[in-house]
Protein backbone atom coordinates (compact mmCIF):
# COMPACT_ATOMS: atom_id res chain seq x y z
CA UNK A 1 0.00 0.00 0.00
CA UNK A 2 2.89 2.33 -0.08
CA UNK A 3 3.80 2.31 -3.43
CA UNK A 4 2.33 4.25 -6.15
CA UNK A 5 -1.29 5.10 -6.11
CA UNK A 6 -3.62 5.47 -9.66
CA UNK A 7 -5.51 8.46 -8.55
CA UNK A 8 -8.49 9.26 -10.88
CA UNK A 9 -10.05 13.35 -10.51
CA UNK A 10 -12.79 14.57 -11.78
CA UNK A 11 -14.27 17.56 -12.03
CA UNK A 12 -16.07 19.84 -14.37
CA UNK A 13 -13.47 21.82 -15.77
CA UNK A 14 -9.81 21.81 -16.59
CA UNK A 15 -9.56 25.70 -15.86
CA UNK A 16 -9.42 27.38 -12.64
CA UNK A 17 -12.69 28.93 -12.66
CA UNK A 18 -13.78 28.75 -9.74
CA UNK A 19 -12.63 27.42 -6.36
CA UNK A 20 -13.21 23.54 -7.24
CA UNK A 21 -11.79 23.60 -10.30
CA UNK A 22 -8.58 25.29 -8.95
CA UNK A 23 -8.07 22.72 -6.52
CA UNK A 24 -8.47 20.11 -8.55
CA UNK A 25 -6.11 21.26 -11.04
CA UNK A 26 -3.41 21.71 -7.67
CA UNK A 27 -3.76 18.83 -5.82
CA UNK A 28 -3.15 16.72 -9.66
CA UNK A 29 -0.63 18.36 -10.28
CA UNK A 30 0.98 18.11 -6.71
CA UNK A 31 0.25 14.25 -6.51
CA UNK A 32 1.58 13.43 -9.76
CA UNK A 33 5.32 15.31 -8.99
CA UNK A 34 4.88 13.04 -5.87
CA UNK A 35 4.75 9.59 -7.96
CA UNK A 36 1.50 8.94 -8.40
CA UNK A 37 -0.39 7.87 -11.66
CA UNK A 38 -2.69 11.17 -11.81
CA UNK A 39 -5.69 11.11 -14.78
CA UNK A 40 -7.77 14.56 -14.67
CA UNK A 41 -10.66 13.61 -16.30
CA UNK A 42 -12.95 16.65 -17.41
CA UNK A 43 -16.53 16.89 -18.45
CA UNK A 44 -16.82 20.61 -20.22
CA UNK A 45 -14.35 21.05 -23.37
CA UNK A 46 -11.02 19.33 -24.28
CA UNK A 47 -8.50 21.91 -24.16
CA UNK A 48 -6.86 22.20 -20.25
CA UNK A 49 -4.82 24.83 -18.07
CA UNK A 50 -1.02 25.48 -18.69
CA UNK A 51 -0.39 23.97 -15.47
CA UNK A 52 -1.07 20.49 -16.68
CA UNK A 53 2.00 20.89 -19.68
CA UNK A 54 5.21 18.80 -19.44
CA UNK A 55 3.49 17.39 -15.89
CA UNK A 56 4.98 13.39 -16.02
CA UNK A 57 2.66 11.42 -14.89
CA UNK A 58 -0.51 13.02 -15.52
CA UNK A 59 -2.85 12.30 -18.06
CA UNK A 60 -5.44 14.89 -18.92
CA UNK A 61 -8.79 13.83 -20.56
CA UNK A 62 -11.36 16.04 -21.47
CA UNK A 63 -15.13 14.87 -22.75
CA UNK A 64 -15.92 17.83 -24.94
CA UNK A 65 -18.96 18.45 -23.02
CA UNK A 66 -20.85 22.07 -22.53
CA UNK A 67 -21.53 23.75 -19.31
CA UNK A 68 -25.22 23.27 -17.96
CA UNK A 69 -25.32 27.19 -18.32
CA UNK A 70 -23.94 27.29 -21.80
CA UNK A 71 -27.03 25.04 -22.72
CA UNK A 72 -30.93 26.12 -23.31
CA UNK A 73 -33.00 25.86 -20.34
CA UNK A 74 -34.59 22.34 -21.35
CA UNK A 75 -31.72 20.53 -22.37
CA UNK A 76 -29.32 22.08 -19.49
CA UNK A 77 -32.33 21.03 -16.90
CA UNK A 78 -32.14 17.09 -18.90
CA UNK A 79 -28.19 17.15 -18.85
CA UNK A 80 -28.42 18.68 -15.29
CA UNK A 81 -30.63 16.06 -13.98
CA UNK A 82 -28.89 13.22 -15.43
CA UNK A 83 -26.27 13.48 -18.48
CA UNK A 84 -26.09 10.26 -19.89
CA UNK A 85 -23.65 11.18 -22.64
CA UNK A 86 -20.98 12.10 -20.04
CA UNK A 87 -21.58 9.09 -17.89
CA UNK A 88 -21.11 7.23 -21.25
CA UNK A 89 -18.01 8.94 -22.53
CA UNK A 90 -16.62 8.53 -18.43
CA UNK A 91 -17.33 4.56 -18.14
CA UNK A 92 -15.26 3.87 -21.21
CA UNK A 93 -12.28 6.01 -19.47
CA UNK A 94 -12.76 4.43 -16.27
CA UNK A 95 -12.75 0.96 -17.20
CA UNK A 96 -8.90 0.04 -18.59
CA UNK A 97 -8.13 1.74 -15.25
CA UNK A 98 -9.57 -0.59 -12.40
CA UNK A 99 -7.24 -1.96 -10.31
CA UNK A 100 -6.36 -2.48 -6.11
CA UNK A 101 -4.47 0.76 -6.09
CA UNK A 102 -7.16 3.03 -8.28
CA UNK A 103 -9.45 5.69 -6.24
CA UNK A 104 -11.57 8.19 -7.96
CA UNK A 105 -11.76 11.82 -6.37
CA UNK A 106 -14.77 14.16 -7.40
CA UNK A 107 -14.24 18.07 -6.85
CA UNK A 108 -17.09 19.29 -9.37
CA UNK A 109 -19.96 17.31 -11.02
CA UNK A 110 -23.00 19.28 -11.11
CA UNK A 111 -22.18 21.48 -14.41
CA UNK A 112 -20.76 19.16 -16.58
CA UNK A 113 -20.88 15.16 -15.29
CA UNK A 114 -24.54 15.21 -13.47
CA UNK A 115 -25.42 12.42 -10.77
CA UNK A 116 -24.45 9.65 -13.92
CA UNK A 117 -21.27 10.09 -12.96
CA UNK A 118 -21.80 8.63 -10.27
CA UNK A 119 -23.64 5.70 -11.72
CA UNK A 120 -20.42 5.14 -13.93
CA UNK A 121 -18.27 5.41 -10.78
CA UNK A 122 -20.38 2.50 -9.26
CA UNK A 123 -20.18 0.44 -12.14
CA UNK A 124 -16.49 0.73 -11.98
CA UNK A 125 -16.32 -0.21 -8.20
CA UNK A 126 -13.66 1.79 -7.02
CA UNK A 127 -13.11 3.70 -3.81
CA UNK A 128 -14.62 7.34 -4.17
CA UNK A 129 -13.20 10.74 -2.46
CA UNK A 130 -15.56 13.64 -2.98
CA UNK A 131 -14.35 16.87 -1.84
CA UNK A 132 -17.44 19.34 -0.71
CA UNK A 133 -16.32 22.73 -1.97
CA UNK A 134 -20.15 23.96 -1.80
CA UNK A 135 -22.94 21.90 -0.44
CA UNK A 136 -24.87 20.80 -3.77
CA UNK A 137 -24.59 16.60 -2.15
CA UNK A 138 -27.45 17.14 0.62
CA UNK A 139 -28.56 20.72 -0.50
CA UNK A 140 -30.65 21.40 -3.79
CA UNK A 141 -29.14 25.18 -3.93
CA UNK A 142 -25.46 24.36 -2.83
CA UNK A 143 -25.83 26.84 -0.93
CA UNK A 144 -27.58 25.94 2.31
CA UNK A 145 -28.81 29.72 1.90
CA UNK A 146 -32.36 31.16 2.05
CA UNK A 147 -32.17 34.04 -0.19
CA UNK A 148 -35.91 34.78 0.18
CA UNK A 149 -34.67 35.24 3.73
CA UNK A 150 -31.27 36.29 3.17
CA UNK A 151 -30.29 33.93 6.14
CA UNK A 152 -28.65 30.49 6.41
CA UNK A 153 -30.87 27.88 5.65
CA UNK A 154 -31.55 25.45 9.00
CA UNK A 155 -33.99 22.88 6.83
CA UNK A 156 -33.28 19.28 7.05
CA UNK A 157 -32.64 19.03 2.56
CA UNK A 158 -35.19 16.95 0.47
CA UNK A 159 -37.59 17.17 3.76
CA UNK A 160 -40.88 18.87 2.79
CA UNK A 161 -40.11 22.17 4.22
CA UNK A 162 -36.77 22.16 2.02
CA UNK A 163 -38.83 20.90 -1.00
CA UNK A 164 -41.37 23.37 -0.06
CA UNK A 165 -39.05 26.62 0.63
CA UNK A 166 -38.95 29.54 -2.20
CA UNK A 167 -35.19 29.32 -1.28
CA UNK A 168 -33.48 29.67 -4.95
CA UNK A 169 -31.61 32.74 -6.22
CA UNK A 170 -33.14 32.05 -9.37
CA UNK A 171 -36.21 31.33 -9.85
CA UNK A 172 -39.29 28.40 -8.67
CA UNK A 173 -38.28 26.62 -11.79
CA UNK A 174 -34.61 26.24 -11.20
CA UNK A 175 -35.35 25.01 -8.01
CA UNK A 176 -37.74 22.56 -9.56
CA UNK A 177 -34.59 21.32 -11.76
CA UNK A 178 -32.25 21.15 -8.92
CA UNK A 179 -34.40 19.28 -6.55
CA UNK A 180 -34.80 16.64 -9.27
CA UNK A 181 -31.15 16.42 -9.21
CA UNK A 182 -30.50 15.87 -5.71
CA UNK A 183 -32.96 12.91 -5.78
CA UNK A 184 -31.28 11.70 -8.65
CA UNK A 185 -27.83 11.98 -6.71
CA UNK A 186 -28.83 10.87 -3.88
CA UNK A 187 -30.02 7.18 -5.67
CA UNK A 188 -26.76 7.14 -7.85
CA UNK A 189 -25.07 7.36 -4.57
CA UNK A 190 -26.88 5.09 -1.94
CA UNK A 191 -24.49 2.31 -0.75
CA UNK A 192 -21.03 3.51 -2.60
CA UNK A 193 -17.95 3.70 -0.51
CA UNK A 194 -17.78 7.42 0.29
CA UNK A 195 -15.42 9.72 1.96
CA UNK A 196 -16.74 13.04 1.87
CA UNK A 197 -13.76 15.25 2.50
CA UNK A 198 -14.62 19.14 4.18
CA UNK A 199 -12.52 21.72 3.44
CA UNK A 200 -13.01 23.61 6.77
CA UNK A 201 -14.37 22.39 9.92
CA UNK A 202 -17.58 24.91 9.54
CA UNK A 203 -18.52 23.19 6.22
CA UNK A 204 -18.93 19.75 8.21
CA UNK A 205 -20.65 21.46 10.90
CA UNK A 206 -23.10 22.85 8.38
CA UNK A 207 -23.46 19.58 6.38
CA UNK A 208 -21.80 17.12 7.86
CA UNK A 209 -25.38 15.65 10.10
CA UNK A 210 -27.21 16.01 6.78
CA UNK A 211 -24.84 13.08 5.15
CA UNK A 212 -25.33 9.12 5.11
CA UNK A 213 -24.62 7.63 8.21
CA UNK A 214 -22.26 4.91 6.58
CA UNK A 215 -19.98 7.80 5.24
CA UNK A 216 -16.48 8.77 6.11
CA UNK A 217 -15.53 12.14 6.92
CA UNK A 218 -12.52 13.87 7.04
CA UNK A 219 -11.23 17.79 6.83
CA UNK A 220 -8.72 18.61 4.70
CA UNK A 221 -7.89 22.72 4.12
CA UNK A 222 -7.66 23.15 0.50
CA UNK A 223 -4.13 24.39 -1.16
CA UNK A 224 -3.19 28.14 -1.65
CA UNK A 225 -0.76 28.62 -4.72
CA UNK A 226 0.56 31.38 -3.59
CA UNK A 227 4.24 31.84 -1.81
CA UNK A 228 4.05 34.22 0.61
CA UNK A 229 5.92 37.75 0.46
CA UNK A 230 9.40 38.09 1.83
CA UNK A 231 8.58 40.06 4.91
CA UNK A 232 5.15 41.98 6.34
CA UNK A 233 4.17 45.31 4.76
CA UNK A 234 5.94 47.99 6.72
CA UNK A 235 2.91 50.16 5.10
CA UNK A 236 -0.48 48.94 4.06
CA UNK A 237 -2.18 50.54 1.85
CA UNK A 238 -5.58 52.06 1.61
CA UNK A 239 -8.54 50.22 0.18
CA UNK A 240 -10.86 48.08 1.26
CA UNK A 241 -10.81 44.97 -1.05
CA UNK A 242 -13.08 42.42 -2.00
CA UNK A 243 -11.78 39.29 -4.62
CA UNK A 244 -14.15 37.01 -6.05
CA UNK A 245 -16.98 36.24 -7.83
CA UNK A 246 -20.00 39.24 -6.95
CA UNK A 247 -22.93 37.44 -6.03
CA UNK A 248 -25.52 38.39 -3.33
CA UNK A 249 -24.67 35.45 -0.65
CA UNK A 250 -21.01 36.84 -0.64
CA UNK A 251 -21.56 39.82 0.95
CA UNK A 252 -20.59 42.35 -1.51
CA UNK A 253 -23.03 45.01 -1.18
CA UNK A 254 -22.06 45.25 3.08
CA UNK A 255 -18.64 45.63 1.66
CA UNK A 256 -19.75 48.44 -0.70
CA UNK A 257 -22.06 50.04 1.50
CA UNK A 258 -19.72 50.02 4.42
CA UNK A 259 -16.51 51.29 2.71
CA UNK A 260 -19.13 53.76 1.52
CA UNK A 261 -19.63 55.06 5.06
CA UNK A 262 -16.15 54.96 6.34
CA UNK A 263 -15.23 56.95 3.34
CA UNK A 264 -12.78 54.85 2.36
CA UNK A 265 -11.77 53.81 -1.49
CA UNK A 266 -13.59 49.96 -2.48
CA UNK A 267 -12.03 48.49 -5.13
CA UNK A 268 -13.52 44.34 -6.26
CA UNK A 269 -11.47 42.67 -8.19
CA UNK A 270 -13.45 39.77 -9.46
CA UNK A 271 -16.88 39.52 -11.52
CA UNK A 272 -20.37 38.47 -11.11
CA UNK A 273 -24.60 39.62 -11.65
CA UNK A 274 -24.00 41.87 -8.31
CA UNK A 275 -21.77 44.61 -10.43
CA UNK A 276 -24.47 46.89 -11.37
CA UNK A 277 -25.73 46.69 -7.47
CA UNK A 278 -22.79 47.22 -6.48
CA UNK A 279 -21.66 50.67 -8.07
CA UNK A 280 -24.98 52.09 -7.69
CA UNK A 281 -24.47 51.24 -3.76
CA UNK A 282 -21.11 53.10 -3.96
CA UNK A 283 -20.30 55.07 -7.43
CA UNK A 284 -16.96 55.61 -6.84
CA UNK A 285 -16.39 51.77 -6.34
CA UNK A 286 -13.42 50.19 -8.45
CA UNK A 287 -14.30 46.80 -10.31
CA UNK A 288 -11.36 45.27 -12.59
CA UNK A 289 -13.39 42.47 -14.23
CA UNK A 290 -11.24 38.67 -13.36
CA UNK A 291 -7.44 39.85 -13.73
CA UNK A 292 -4.52 36.92 -13.71
CA UNK A 293 -3.11 35.94 -10.85
CA UNK A 294 0.15 38.25 -10.71
CA UNK A 295 -1.66 41.22 -11.39
CA UNK A 296 -3.99 40.37 -8.36
CA UNK A 297 -1.15 39.25 -6.10
CA UNK A 298 0.41 42.83 -7.07
CA UNK A 299 -2.75 45.15 -6.62
CA UNK A 300 -3.54 43.39 -3.21
CA UNK A 301 0.18 43.62 -1.92
CA UNK A 302 0.70 47.38 -2.92
CA UNK A 303 -3.24 48.75 -2.46
CA UNK A 304 -4.98 46.64 0.47
CA UNK A 305 -5.62 47.81 3.61
CA UNK A 306 -7.49 44.65 4.65
CA UNK A 307 -9.55 42.09 2.77
CA UNK A 308 -12.71 41.51 3.36
CA UNK A 309 -15.28 38.75 2.75
CA UNK A 310 -18.28 39.70 4.39
CA UNK A 311 -20.31 36.03 3.56
CA UNK A 312 -23.94 35.71 4.14
CA UNK A 313 -24.21 31.83 3.44
CA UNK A 314 -21.81 29.26 5.51
CA UNK A 315 -18.77 29.56 3.18
CA UNK A 316 -16.83 26.57 2.97
CA UNK A 317 -13.31 27.26 2.97
CA UNK A 318 -12.75 30.46 0.09
CA UNK A 319 -9.63 30.39 -0.29
CA UNK A 320 -8.52 34.56 -0.84
CA UNK A 321 -8.50 34.87 3.08
CA UNK A 322 -4.85 32.38 3.33
CA UNK A 323 -3.69 34.11 -0.14
CA UNK A 324 -4.45 37.36 1.63
CA UNK A 325 -2.32 36.57 4.77
CA UNK A 326 0.74 35.13 2.83
CA UNK A 327 0.84 38.48 1.58
CA UNK A 328 0.65 40.57 5.15
CA UNK A 329 -2.97 41.77 4.71
CA UNK A 330 -5.32 41.40 7.96
CA UNK A 331 -8.53 39.77 6.80
CA UNK A 332 -12.41 41.00 7.97
CA UNK A 333 -14.01 37.40 7.92
CA UNK A 334 -17.69 36.50 8.27
CA UNK A 335 -17.96 34.41 11.44
CA UNK A 336 -20.11 32.22 9.05
CA UNK A 337 -17.34 31.37 6.93
CA UNK A 338 -15.15 28.63 7.07
CA UNK A 339 -12.31 31.03 6.42
CA UNK A 340 -12.90 32.61 10.19
CA UNK A 341 -10.87 29.43 11.24
CA UNK A 342 -7.41 31.14 10.07
CA UNK A 343 -8.44 34.43 11.75
CA UNK A 344 -7.13 35.10 15.38
CA UNK A 345 -9.89 37.72 16.03
CA UNK A 346 -7.90 40.72 16.85
CA UNK A 347 -4.77 39.77 16.55
CA UNK A 348 -4.28 39.00 12.94
CA UNK A 349 -7.49 40.01 11.46
CA UNK A 350 -11.09 40.57 12.68
CA UNK A 351 -14.21 38.08 12.70
CA UNK A 352 -17.39 39.45 12.31
CA UNK A 353 -21.08 39.01 11.89
CA UNK A 354 -21.76 39.97 8.61
CA UNK A 355 -24.03 43.10 8.90
CA UNK A 356 -23.41 46.85 8.56
CA UNK A 357 -22.84 47.69 11.64
CA UNK A 358 -20.24 44.79 12.34
CA UNK A 359 -18.21 45.58 9.13
CA UNK A 360 -18.42 49.77 9.46
CA UNK A 361 -17.55 49.03 13.40
CA UNK A 362 -14.23 46.67 12.00
CA UNK A 363 -13.52 49.46 9.15
CA UNK A 364 -13.10 51.78 11.67
CA UNK A 365 -10.37 49.95 13.66
CA UNK A 366 -8.67 49.16 10.58
CA UNK A 367 -8.55 52.59 9.49
CA UNK A 368 -5.48 53.00 12.32
CA UNK A 369 -2.52 52.10 9.79
CA UNK A 370 -0.51 51.08 12.65
CA UNK A 371 -2.79 48.20 14.08
CA UNK A 372 -3.37 47.01 10.27
CA UNK A 373 0.04 46.72 10.02
CA UNK A 374 0.57 45.08 12.96
CA UNK A 375 -2.03 42.82 12.23
CA UNK A 376 -0.89 42.06 8.79
CA UNK A 377 2.46 41.11 10.13
CA UNK A 378 0.73 38.68 12.67
CA UNK A 379 -1.36 37.56 9.64
CA UNK A 380 2.22 36.60 7.49
CA UNK A 381 3.93 35.35 10.47
CA UNK A 382 0.42 32.86 10.82
CA UNK A 383 0.96 31.76 6.94
CA UNK A 384 4.82 31.29 7.13
CA UNK A 385 4.20 29.11 10.26
CA UNK A 386 1.97 26.48 8.55
CA UNK A 387 1.46 27.41 4.95
CA UNK A 388 -1.02 25.35 3.31
CA UNK A 389 0.64 24.22 -0.06
CA UNK A 390 -0.05 22.12 -2.94
CA UNK A 391 2.58 19.84 -1.45
CA UNK A 392 1.21 19.87 2.20
CA UNK A 393 -2.32 18.94 0.67
CA UNK A 394 -1.17 16.58 -1.58
CA UNK A 395 0.92 15.11 1.68
CA UNK A 396 -2.33 15.02 3.74
CA UNK A 397 -4.32 13.51 0.95
CA UNK A 398 -1.86 10.63 0.45
CA UNK A 399 -2.59 9.39 3.85
CA UNK A 400 -6.30 9.35 3.17
CA UNK A 401 -6.45 7.88 0.23
CA UNK A 402 -4.44 4.91 1.63
CA UNK A 403 -6.54 4.57 4.48
CA UNK A 404 -9.57 4.44 1.59
CA UNK A 405 -7.34 1.58 -0.72
CA UNK A 406 -6.76 -0.38 2.59
CA UNK A 407 -9.95 -0.40 3.72
CA UNK A 408 -11.65 -1.22 0.39
CA UNK A 409 -9.10 -4.56 0.42
CA UNK A 410 -9.78 -5.31 4.33
CA UNK A 411 -13.72 -5.68 2.69
Not at 223 to 237: C, F, S
Not at 391 to 396: I, K, L, N, Q, Y
Request: hydrophobic share 50%; with cysteine.
Amino acid sequence: MEGRMRIVILADHAFAEGGAPQVAIASAVALARRGHAITYLHAVGQSGDARFEGVANLTRIGLGGRDVWDKPFASAARDGIWNRAAARDLAAVLAPLRGPDTLIHVHQWTRGFSPAAFAAIRAAGLPLAISLHDYFIACPTGLKFRFDRREPCTLRPLSLPCLLAPCDPRSRAHKAVRIARSFAAARALAGLDVTAIHVSEAGRRTIGADLPGAWRQEVIENPIETAPAPAPRAHPGNRIVYCGRLTEEKGVLLVARAARMAGMPALFIGEGPMRAAILAENPTAEITGWLPRAEVRARLAAEARCLVAPSLWPETGPMVIAEAQALGIPAIVSARAGGSARIRDGIDGLVIEPESGALGAALDRLADESRAAAMGAAAWAAYQADPPSPEAHAARLEVLYRRMLAARQAS
